[in-house]
């Protein structure tokens, strides 16, 4: 069992950044893809960004490219997403998710991910 921590989220300008962090306990992320997904008020949860076992290959959704940036430390159990030029639409509950033996083309797919967290809020306003 993996037991899945997310912190971090708060309210900021447009424009500003905000760093998120995802803490694993239990079984830690050794050998688990990392996920982050958000969800939106009135919306379905969508992909956000993910992150391979060894950290080597990520993807990401396209409305977050070259503004978010996903990344993990094995030793520490943890898992971030770096949000930069945030806007107005990346307003959600920002949730990371864990799973073992995801292949590449699933890495953006809900239904992959075993473990998940309770969420943080990320509130971008002026």
């Known amino acids: 069992q993996v037991q899945l921590l997310e912190s971090g989220g708060e309210q900021v300008q447009p424009g500003g950044s905000l760093s998120l962090s995802c803490a694993a306990s239990?079984?830690?992320?050794?050998?688990?893809?990392v996920a982050w997904f958000r969800q939106a008020p009135g919306k379905e949860r969508e992909f956000v960004a993910a992150?391979?076992?060894?950290?080597?290959?990520?993807t990401y959704a396209d409305s977050v490219k070259a503004r978010f940036t996903i990344s993990r430390d094995n030793a520490r159990n943890t898992a971030y997403l770096r949000m930069n030029n945030l806007k107005p639409d990346d307003t959600a509950v920002y949730y990371c998710?864990?799973?073992?033996?995801?292949?590449?083309?699933?890495?953006?797919?809900?239904?992959?991910?075993?473990?998940w967290g309770q969420g943080t809020q990320v509130t971008v306003s002026s």
């Open positions: 992150i391979r076992e060894r950290g080597g290959t990520t």
């Open positions: 239990g079984r830690g992320l050794n050998g688990y893809a």
């Open positions: 998710a864990a799973a073992r033996g995801v292949i590449l083309s699933q890495l953006s797919r809900e239904s992959a991910y075993h473990y």
